[in-house]
């Protein structure tokens, strides 16, 4: 059964560092999303993507994220200079198209725990 | 403000035993409903959905739920319950035209042999 992969499982960076978060979506998915988790809070949405555009993000998603398809089956998440507060985990998902429109269900990765200290 | 709520942090079940867990919603607007379950160190793997029909909807590996249009919710079932559904549960809403999901809390259901 196809997955939605993510790698690293585990990132710890330091203040101020830049990281980049690497997801492989499912091959015929064209939707993609972040999400992330801080430990002991509920799953938030971050950003979906489709056609090489952010089609919708959250207040969280500011000026610091960026997200980029640089390949056919990479989806990456950039955090340019990181803070205590984005420590969590990030999971990134994604779905079908179906005339032009994202497929009700959105399938998960893995996630990776960033740890910033 | 759109929500979800899971009013429990943890379910307790023995095994054999039916399973319910709770969430309720406050949206404006029809909504589309989930259910995910995480297992340790995996991602949150889609079980149901309710978009519209039939009130009572079933999934992967014996769950069910039930959308209550009147009391806004939409609560997880499977009568029977196994060990192997000990996890952590998550409900979700989508709003039409939109793409995020907004999630619950989670709720963790340990079912005892």
């Known amino acids: 059964e196809p997955e939605v992969t993510q790698t690293p499982s585990h990132q710890v960076t330091q203040m101020g560092q830049e990281v980049i978060l690497r997801c492989v979506p499912i091959?015929?998915?064209?939707?993609f999303y972040w999400y992330r988790q801080i430990l002991g809070q509920k799953v938030e949405f971050l950003v979906s993507?489709?056609?090489?555009?952010?089609?919708?993000k959250s207040e969280i998603f500011d000026d610091q994220f960026s997200v980029e398809r640089p390949d056919g089956s990479n989806f990456t998440l950039k955090i340019r200079s990181t803070k205590l507060e984005d420590s969590a985990m990030y999971f990134c998902?994604?779905?079908?198209?179906?005339?032009?429109?994202?497929?009700?269900?959105?399938?998960f990765g893995p996630g990776t725990r960033l740890t910033v200290t | 403000a759109q929500s979800v709520a899971q009013p429990e942090d943890q379910v307790n079940v023995a095994e054999g035993n039916p399973l319910t867990v709770k969430c309720t919603y406050s949206?404006?607007?029809?909504?589309?409903l989930f259910w995910y379950v995480q297992y340790p160190n995996r991602g949150l793997q889609f079980l149901l959905k309710?978009?519209?029909?039939?009130?009572l909807v079933k999934g992967s590996y014996g769950f069910e739920a039930e959308f209550n249009k009147s009391q806004t919710s939409f609560h997880l079932k499977k009568p029977s319950a196994l060990v192997s559904d000990s996890a952590l549960y998550f409900c979700?809403?989508?709003?039409?035209?939109?793409?995020?999901?907004?999630f619950g809390a989670g709720t963790r259901l340990a079912v005892h042999p």
């Open positions: 979700a809403v989508r709003l039409g035209g939109y793409n995020k999901l907004i």
């Open positions: 949206v404006s607007g029809n909504p589309y």
């Open positions: 091959s015929n998915h064209l939707y």
């Open positions: 993507f489709y056609n090489n555009e952010i089609s919708e």
């Open positions: 998902a994604s779905s079908e198209a179906v005339l032009q429109k994202p497929s009700y269900e959105q399938y």
């Open positions: 309710y978009i519209t029909g039939d009130n």
